[in-house]
C-alpha cells in the first residue's frame, strides 16, 4: 500500500487545517488508518485511527478538536484539525494496517504542520 499525505501548512492559533491520505488499494481492504506526529525532539505519537468499520480512537489531547474521517470513494482519509495549537505543531503522518494472515505496517511520507502563537 502507498500512502500519500497532504494539506500541512502553516496556520495561526485556533484556526484550521484538513490534511489528506490517500491510499493506493481500496480502503475498504485495510484493516485501519491512522494519522501520528513527531515533533522535533519528540517522539512519533499516535494523533487518531479509524478502522474499515468506521470505529474512532483520539488521543486526549485532540478530542474534541480534531476529527478522523474516511472517503471510501476517493480511498483517503482525512483529518479535519480545528482550534489548532502551537503544540500540535509537528509533521504528521499517515499511516495504515493491514491483516491478511499477517500484519504489515505502512507508512507515508510525513506533511508538516506549524501553528503560530
Known amino acids: 500500500v502507498q500512502l500519500q499525505a497532504c494539506g500541512g501548512g502553516l496556520v495561526r492559533a485556533r484556526e484550521s487545517l484538513r490534511l489528506a491520505c490517500a491510499a493506493s488499494?481500496?480502503?475498504?481492504?485495510?484493516?485501519?488508518m491512522g494519522w501520528y506526529r513527531q515533533a522535533p525532539g519528540k517522539q512519533r505519537e499516535l494523533v487518531a485511527t479509524i478502522t474499515s468499520g468506521g470505529s474512532t480512537n483520539y488521543r486526549d489531547a485532540v478530542k474534541g478538536r480534531f476529527t478522523i474521517s474516511s472517503d471510501y470513494a476517493k480511498n483517503t482519509v482525512y483529518l479535519q484539525m480545528n482550534s489548532l495549537k502551537p503544540e500540535d505543531t509537528a509533521v504528521y503522518y499517515c499511516?495504515?494496517?493491514?491483516?491478511?494472515?499477517?500484519?504489515?505496517?505502512?507508512w507515508g511520507q510525513g506533511t508538516l504542520v506549524t501553528v503560530s502563537s
Open positions: 499511516n495504515a494496517w493491514v491483516v491478511t494472515g499477517i500484519a504489515t505496517n505502512y
Open positions: 488499494r481500496s480502503i475498504f481492504s485495510i484493516n485501519a
